[in-house]
C-alpha cells in the first residue's frame, strides 16, 4: 500500500499554544492579551484548544491566571476547550471552569515525573481513576497525555515496552483518548510507527494523538508516520513556541511543530484539517509579534508556495 492510499481522509489538530507555548515563556503574558490570542484561535477553525493548565501556580507562574482564563475566554461552537491536569485538584479546578475536556497528565519516565510532578509514576497512574470518575461525572472528556513516550532527558531512549505498560493502564482507567508525546523532539518516523502500531495492536480502535516537538527537525516526517498507521490528532503550537519546565539547561526551549506548518502540510497534500490556513498563518504573525519572536517558523520565513513564487516574480522583475 503507498503512502497515499494509507492517509486519512481528514485529521483533527490540537493548538497548544496558550498552555504549552505561554509556560515556557520567562515573562508573564497579561491575562487580557491570553485570552485575545485565544479568541483569534477560536476563528481560525482548530478543533481543540488547550487555553492553560491547572497546575500550582507556584509550579509554573506563567499560567497562574488559569482560572481566569476559562471564565473570560469566548467559548465558539464547534471548538473543543480543553486544559492539562496534573493531579485530581486540577481535575477539580477543572470542573469549576467548565472545560469541555482534561490533558490528564502522565509521563512514562519515573525520573521525570518525579522531577515534573513530584510523584512517583505508580502514584500518578493510581489517581487516573479518580480524574477519569469526576471528569466524566460532569460531562467532561479526558484525554491521557503521555509525556516522555520516546526519549527523556535524565533516562535517555524509553523502553516501548514501557510506554505501552502506561497505555495498557490509562485505558484500563476508562479514559477517552490517549496521546503520545515527543517531549524530547528526537523521535524518528521508524519509532513512531512501531510504538503507535504496538498500541493499536494492543488495543484496537483506541483513539491515539501524537504531541509533536520538532528539535530534530523530524516533526513533519513523523506526522506522516503516524497518519499511515492509523492517527488523525495533532497537537502542535503557532510560532512553535513550547517546551516542558523541567528540561535540564538549554533544553527548557524545546519547540513544538508550529501549527502553521504543520497545516501548509496538510493542505499541500489534500489532507482535510477543518483550518483556515489564512487565519492560522494571521494568527502566527500576530503571537510573533505581541511576543517578539522571529521567524519561528518555516510559513512565517516566506516557505510558502505563494510566498516563494511571489519572491522569484519580484526578483524577475528587478532583473
Not at 58 to 66: E, G, I, N, S, Y
Not at 256 to 269: G, Y
Not at 299 to 318: F, I, K, N, Y
Request: net charge negative; proline share 4%; aromatic share 4%.
Amino acid at each position: 500500500m503507498s503512502l497515499l492510499d494509507s492517509l486519512p481522509e481528514r485529521v483533527h489538530v490540537v493548538e497548544m499554544l496558550p498552555r504549552d507555548g505561554f509556560q515556557r515563556l520567562d515573562e508573564f503574558v497579561p491575562t487580557d492579551e491570553k485570552v485575545e490570542i485565544i479568541d483569534a484561535l477560536s476563528e481560525t477553525g482548530v478543533d481543540e484548544i488547550e487555553i492553560s493548565s491547572f497546575t500550582h501556580p507556584k509550579a509554573v507562574p506563567t499560567l497562574r491566571d488559569a482560572d481566569e482564563v476559562a471564565k473570560r475566554i469566548t467559548r465558539r461552537d464547534g471548538v473543543t476547550y480543553r486544559a492539562l491536569v496534573p493531579n485530581l485538584r486540577g481535575m477539580e479546578r477543572a470542573v469549576e471552569a467548565e472545560v469541555d475536556k482534561v490533558n490528564a497528565l502522565v509521563t512514562v519516565s519515573e525520573t521525570y515525573t518525579r522531577k515534573n510532578q513530584n510523584r512517583t509514576r505508580e502514584e500518578v497512574l493510581a489517581e487516573m481513576d479518580d480524574i477519569v470518575e469526576l471528569a466524566h461525572d460532569h460531562g467532561i472528556e479526558v484525554e491521557a497525555g503521555m509525556g516522555t513516550s520516546f526519549y527523556c532527558p535524565y533516562e535517555g531512549a524509553i523502553d516501548p515496552t514501557e510506554t505501552l505498560a502506561v497505555v495498557d493502564s490509562v485505558v484500563d482507567s476508562g479514559v477517552d483518548e490517549v496521546t503520545l508525546a515527543t517531549t524530547m523532539g528526537l523521535a524518528n518516523p521508524v519509532e513512531i510507527t512501531e510504538r503507535f502500531t504496538a498500541a493499536f495492536e494492543a488495543h484496537p480502535g483506541l483513539d491515539m494523538g501524537l504531541h509533536l516537538h520538532d528539535t530534530n527537525g523530524m516533526s513533519l516526517a513523523n506526522t506522516l508516520a503516524a497518519m499511515a498507521v492509523g492517527v488523525d490528532r495533532f497537537d502542535a503550537s503557532v510560532c512553535g513556541l513550547g517546551g516542558g519546565v523541567v528540561l535540564p539547561g538549554d533544553m527548557s526551549g524545546v519547540g513544538n511543530t508550529p501549527t502553521e506548518d504543520l497545516v501548509q502540510m496538510l493542505e499541500r497534500m489534500g489532507v482535510g484539517h477543518g483550518v483556515d490556513f489564512g487565519r492560522i498563518e494571521a494568527a502566527a504573525h500576530d503571537v510573533s509579534d505581541r511576543l517578539g519572536l522571529g521567524l519561528t517558523s518555516h510559513v512565517l520565513a516566506g516557505g510558502t508556495v505563494e510566498g516563494v513564487l511571489d519572491t522569484v516574480a519580484a526578483d524577475g522583475e528587478e532583473d
